[in-house]
């Protein structure tokens, strides 16, 4: 029997979320050793500042990544805002550190090149808790909470901030490890045409999978995911 070595998988949250969605991933596998990203201004780093701009929460992220990169295997996950940092932090440590991802996995957000630029972080608080409501980024208990909802729209403003101020490059920069695209069928938000186009920015395979649920899958497709990143890792090792 072929022992597969653990490898990290990274894990980047979405806008508004923090490190805590992916604490229960490391529950489910054995093969994998789950490190949840926690982004300043979210989470267990509540009281650190928010990032300046797009550019800012980029090299926080690499910086977490290369300091606890050692000789191990690692693959990076990042769902919605999630997925455009885990990208643009596989490429800056490819190029910089010459260190692969053994798979980039992108979730719930279209390539650097189709996005639209929103600046719903412009918007009332009542227009904006309404287009988090049609997105299912607004959770019952929040809405039911206005001491946390109080608490909430701060950091998930700044999160939406952040993502206008992203400025993609003009040319594409392709990672040299295997892109796997996930997305929710029922998630009103991308157009499922646009994410084909994720098979421009690897020189390696590319795979999409279609899980159900609305942008905000992953909260309960979380098993699925972790079996689809280990069936694949396994895939990628015995080839």
Same mark, same amino acid.
């Given at each position: 029997m072929l022992l597969i070595p653990k490898a990290l998988l990274f894990c980047i949250p979405h806008a508004g979320g923090s490190a805590s969605v992916y604490q229960p991933w490391s529950r489910i596998s054995h093969s994998l050793e789950v490190v949840p990203l #926690? *982004?300043?201004?979210?989470?267990?780093?509540?009281?650190?500042?928010f990032y300046s701009d797009?550019?800012?929460a980029r090299q926080n992220?690499?910086?977490?990544?290369?300091?606890?990169?050692t000789d191990e295997p690692?693959?990076?996950?990042?769902?919605?805002?999630?997925g455009l940092l885990?990208?643009?932090?596989?490429r800056v440590?490819?190029?910089?550190f010459s260190r692969s991802a053994n798979m980039l996995i992108i979730s719930a957000h279209e390539p650097p090149h189709l996005r639209v630029p929103l600046n719903l972080h412009e918007l009332s608080d009542l227009a904006f808790i309404e287009e988090l409501i049609q997105i299912g980024g607004?959770?019952? #208990? *929040?809405?039911?909470e206005p001491l946390l909802l109080e608490m909430f729209l701060p950091i998930i403003r700044h999160d939406?901030?952040?993502?206008?101020?992203y400025k993609p490059s003009k040319t594409i920069h392709s990672v040299s490890c295997p892109v796997h695209v996930l997305s929710g069928n029922d998630d009103k938000t991308i157009d499922p045409a646009n994410l084909l186009d994720w098979r421009r920015y690897t020189t390696d395979e590319f795979r999409m999978k279609t899980l159900t649920g609305g942008h905000f899958f992953i909260r309960e497709q979380a098993s699925a995911i972790v079996r689809y990143v280990e069936a694949n890792r396994r895939l990628r090792q015995s080839v």
């Amino acid at each position: 029997m072929l022992l597969i070595p653990k490898a990290l998988l990274f894990c980047i949250p979405h806008a508004g979320g923090s490190a805590s969605v992916y604490q229960p991933w490391s529950r489910i596998s054995h093969s994998l050793e789950v490190v949840p990203l #926690e *982004l300043a201004g979210h989470g267990s780093r509540m009281s650190n500042p928010f990032y300046s701009d797009f550019d800012e929460a980029r090299q926080n992220v690499i910086e977490m990544m290369t300091a606890r990169l050692t000789d191990e295997p690692f693959i990076v996950f990042g769902h919605s805002m999630g997925g455009l940092l885990a990208y643009e932090a596989t490429r800056v440590i490819e190029e910089k550190f010459s260190r692969s991802a053994n798979m980039l996995i992108i979730s719930a957000h279209e390539p650097p090149h189709l996005r639209v630029p929103l600046n719903l972080h412009e918007l009332s608080d009542l227009a904006f808790i309404e287009e988090l409501i049609q997105i299912g980024g607004m959770p019952d #208990e *929040l809405l039911a909470e206005p001491l946390l909802l109080e608490m909430f729209l701060p950091i998930i403003r700044h999160d939406f901030k952040l993502l206008a101020s992203y400025k993609p490059s003009k040319t594409i920069h392709s990672v040299s490890c295997p892109v796997h695209v996930l997305s929710g069928n029922d998630d009103k938000t991308i157009d499922p045409a646009n994410l084909l186009d994720w098979r421009r920015y690897t020189t390696d395979e590319f795979r999409m999978k279609t899980l159900t649920g609305g942008h905000f899958f992953i909260r309960e497709q979380a098993s699925a995911i972790v079996r689809y990143v280990e069936a694949n890792r396994r895939l990628r090792q015995s080839v």
